[in-house]
């Protein structure tokens, strides 16, 4: 099964910890990280996708993908 995550947050540490986590956990970057600011916080936002196969497994809706 090939699963497919989009990792999103404010450009700092805290998403930075959140992509190195993902790439511990197995998933692979998918892509080039993306930036747009936001209007609304006044700050920057950073977004990365980040795909895993997972063997052995079917995919259901329902699942939480970042528990796979």
Do not use: I
Request: aromatic share 8%.
């Amino acid at each position: 099964m090939q699963l497919y995550r989009l990792l999103t947050g404010p450009d700092d540490s805290s998403f930075c910890h959140k992509v190195t986590k993902a790439l511990n956990e197995g998933w692979e970057l998918h892509g080039s990280p993306a930036y747009a600011f936001d209007d609304k916080d006044g700050q920057m936002r950073c977004a990365q996708a980040v795909v895993k196969t997972v063997a052995g497994k079917t995919y259901e809706p329902d699942m939480k993908l970042s528990e796979q």
